[in-house]
Each structure stands twice: as C-alpha cells, then as structure tokens.
C-alpha cells in the first residue's frame, strides 16, 4: 500500500510544480519508509511514458524532420540536447551531495520556498516565443534550472517554466518545451536504476499509479500554466515547505 501511495505522489508531482523528489522524502518520512532510490528512478521512468504519450505528436514531428533533415528540427534537437547538458553535469559531480539532501528534509522543505518563489514570480512573466524560436541561449539558461531542480525540494517543472516564461515564451510553448526536455532526464533516472529494483506486486501496481497520476498531473499542469494560475502552487509550496522545516 505504502509503495502505491508513493506511486501516486510520484505521479502528480512529477508534472505538478511542487517538486515529486521532494514530495517522495516528505511521505517517506512521514510514513517512515527508508528511502529507495532505484524505486524513486522507476517512478521516474513511469513519468516518462506518461509525459511521451502528452508530447506524442512533437515527438513524432521531431523524428521525422531528423529523417528528412529539416533544419528547424534539427534545431530544436539540438536546444533540447544544450538543456539537458546542465542536468547531467550537476548529476555526475555532485551525486553524493544530492544522495544527502535526500535524507534532510529541512533541506527539502528550504527548497520548497524556493520552488514556491519561483512559481509566485512566473505569472507575472509574458512572451511571444514559439517553441521553434527559442534560441541557444534560451536552451542554456533552461537547462541551468533543471539542473538546479536536480535536489529535492526544487519543482522541475516549476523551474523549467520559470527558465521557459523568463526567456519571454509563450506559455502553452513553455509547457510543451518543459515536457519535451523531461524526456530524456526521466528516462536516464529510470534506466540507470532499473537494474536494482526488487520487483513485486505492489512495486508494479505503485509504478502503474504513477504512470496514470501523471497524465492527470500533466492535464492539470498544461491548464494551469495557460490560465496563469501557478500562484496557486506556490501558496502550497510556501506552506508545506514551512511545515516541513517547523514539524517532520
């Protein structure tokens, strides 16, 4: 049951903008289950198959421009690669940094009123940038904030978008981008871990779980961003961050 409940927090946070690392050590503590990393990595990969099936289209898009060798699908490959170099970078030479600010959650929960900064901040912030328009430099500075968002506590998503909206986005293109450049981040998590994941009925059943709660998630987070309600998520992060240092 326990591992379900993880499955579904995984699932509607992964998307939401209140950081599902951060959600996942919360109720790890909470129901005081001792945190499993390669479990965490599969709910990942169980995110990935949802945000693939929101993002199909673009998907296909981009791999049929790469086989036709069109020039703005290349393009926008090649941002979605720059993006991804920060994560990657931070995750190599800082894991053992990141393995411990999994097991604070006085850190989780400072994290937390960040991630609730960022989202409070980012209604105000407009643009007109289609999804093929965002430059190099957009890409980069994308990527920064989800490397950032590679601790515990900092929502990917909320950061993404905050990165996205900053560079003057349009916002329903700042969320596909944010969904386009979780691919490959979720599918790594999942894969490097996969080998060390003890699998039995309610290890499945938490992955199924959140694989659904993370379409739901996904629905939600696309709606929310185009009405220019994040201010409402970053209310709940202030508060649960507070309660995290204060309480758990």
């Known amino acids: 049951m326990k591992n379900i409940i993880l499955g579904i927090v995984q699932g ?5 903008p209140v950081s599902s690392s951060g959600h996942l050590v ?17 709910l990942h990969l169980a995110t990935f198959f949802a945000v693939l099936i929101f993002v199909w289209k673009e998907v296909i898009g981009l791999i049929v421009g790469l086989f036709k060798w069109e020039k703005s699908s290349l393009s926008l490959i090649m941002k979605l690669i720059v993006s991804s170099i920060p994560a990657v970078l931070v995750g190599f030479t800082v894991e053992s940094k990141i393995e411990s600010a999994f097991s604070s959650t006085t850190l989780v929960g400072i994290f937390l009123l960040i ?12 643009g007109k940038k289609t999804l093929r328009e965002i430059s190099y430099i957009d890409a980069l500075i994308i990527g920064i904030m989800q490397a950032i968002a590679i601790f515990p506590g900092i929502s990917r998503s909320g950061a993404t978008l905050f990165g996205a909206l900053l560079m003057k986005t349009k916002r329903e293109d700042a969320v596909k981008y944010s969904f386009l450049m979780s691919l490959p981040v979720t599918f790594g998590a999942g894969i490097l871990e996969i080998n060390q994941v003890y ?5 499945i059943i938490g992955t199924l779980s959140a694989f659904i709660a993370g379409l739901f998630g996904l629905f939600l987070l696309q709606k929310t961003v185009i009405a220019g309600k994040l201010k409402y998520f970053s209310y709940y992060c202030f508060i649960v961050g507070i309660l995290t240092i204060v309480v758990i």
Request: aromatic share 20%; hydrophobic share 55%.
């Open 12 to 16: 509607l946070t992964e998307f939401l």
């Open 199 to 203: 699998f039995d009925f309610s290890i």
């Open 26 to 42: 919360i109720f790890s503590n909470f129901m005081e289950i001792e945190t499993n990393v390669p479990y965490f990595a599969l």
């Open 115 to 126: 991630t609730g900064i960022l989202l409070f901040i980012s209604d105000s912030l407009k």
